[in-house]
């Protein structure tokens, strides 16, 4: 039997006193700043999963290990999330193996609601099973992860949660990279909204703004962030890119 609880944009607490949404565009930029979970170098380019070159890389699981940080974020994505909701009464929250997994049991006890995790794949033994807790048929699922780039991962979570008969349109990140044209519009087709608390374009912005970044680098990663492709393109096969 599934609890019945759920959380939408009409239950106030969530969202007392949280700061609209370029406030915490800038806010959030910060916070990856100050825990150092930005790396800029154009000189030597980091190798992304896909093998190709970027001159950036975030890694978002740091904010795990800053209390305060952690806390501010995770309020901020709560909100955001029933924000966009568009009034849609979540009654189960899930995170994406295996960086979404701690967020989204932080998202869940701020809205009160069951958590539940997703595998990439099924584990291949006991039950063979991709969702791991209580989730099933009448639920409405808020998928949270980390990041998103091209959106890809997020089309395979929730294709995972609605094969168990309950309905996912909506997932959350701390961070969203914003320079794939189609990364929005691809998820909505798959009946899917994004909703994102920064992008690169925020933490550029605060980086410039901050003097924290020399202006070289921060005009190779503009470089980067207008056209990605024509960026890697350049410099495949250029030696030296570091794993990321």
Same mark, same amino acid.
């Given at each position: 039997?599934?609890?019945?609880?759920?959380?939408?944009?009409?239950?106030?607490?969530?969202?007392?006193?949280?700061?609209?949404?370029?406030?915490?565009?800038?806010?959030?930029?910060?916070?990856?700043?100050?825990?150092?979970?930005?790396?800029?170098?154009?000189?030597?380019?980091?190798?992304?999963?896909?093998?190709?070159?970027?001159?950036?890389?975030?890694?978002?699981?740091?904010?795990?290990?800053?209390?305060?940080?952690?806390?501010?974020?995770?309020?901020?994505?709560?909100?955001?999330?029933?924000?966009?909701?568009?009034?849609?009464?979540?009654?189960?929250?899930?995170?994406?193996?295996?960086?979404?997994?701690?967020?989204?049991?932080?998202?869940?006890?701020?809205?009160?609601?069951?958590?539940?995790?997703?595998?990439?794949?099924?584990?291949?033994?006991? $039950?063979? #099973? +991709?969702?791991? /807790?209580? &989730?099933?048929?009448?639920?409405?699922?808020?998928?949270?992860?980390? =990041? !998103?780039?091209?959106?890809?991962?997020?089309?395979?979570?929730?294709?995972?949660?609605?094969?168990?008969?309950?309905?996912?349109?909506?997932?959350?990140?701390?961070?969203?990279?914003?320079?794939?044209?189609?990364?929005?519009?691809?998820?909505?087709?798959?009946?899917?909204?994004?909703?994102?608390?920064?992008?690169?374009?925020?933490?550029? $912005?605060? #980086? +410039?703004?901050? /003097?924290? &970044?020399?202006?070289?680098?921060?005009?190779?990663?503009?470089?980067? =962030? !207008?056209?990605?492709?024509?960026?890697?393109?350049?410099?495949?096969?250029?030696?030296?890119?570091?794993?990321?």
């Amino acid at each position: 039997m599934n609890p019945s609880t759920s959380a939408n944009a009409e239950d106030d607490g969530p969202l007392d006193g949280v700061p609209p949404a370029d406030e915490i565009a800038r806010l959030t930029a910060g916070m990856l700043l100050d825990v150092e979970a930005v790396h800029f170098n154009a000189d030597e380019p980091f190798t992304l999963s896909s093998g190709k070159p970027s001159p950036t890389y975030i890694d978002c699981r740091k904010l795990i290990s800053f209390p305060r940080e952690r806390a501010l974020l995770m309020d901020f994505l709560a909100a955001t999330a029933l924000r966009g909701s568009g009034g849609a009464k979540f009654t189960n929250v899930a995170g994406g193996e295996t960086a979404g997994i701690p967020f989204g049991a932080l998202v869940a006890e701020r809205l009160g609601l069951p958590m539940t995790y997703v595998r990439k794949k099924p584990k291949g033994h006991g $039950r063979n #099973a +991709r969702i791991e /807790g209580v &989730m099933g048929e009448g639920d409405h699922v808020l998928l949270v992860e980390d =990041l !998103a780039t091209d959106g890809g991962s997020k089309v395979s979570f929730v294709e995972a949660i609605r094969e168990t008969g309950a309905s996912c349109g909506h997932t959350a990140v701390i961070f969203f990279y914003g320079v794939f044209p189609n990364a929005e519009s691809d998820l909505a087709d798959h009946g899917i909204t994004l909703h994102h608390l920064c992008t690169w374009a925020d933490v550029v $912005r605060e #980086a +410039r703004r901050r /003097g924290s &970044m020399d202006d070289a680098t921060l005009r190779q990663v503009e470089d980067f =962030l !207008a056209d990605p492709a024509g960026w890697q393109e350049v410099r495949m096969g250029s030696a030296g890119p570091r794993a990321a």
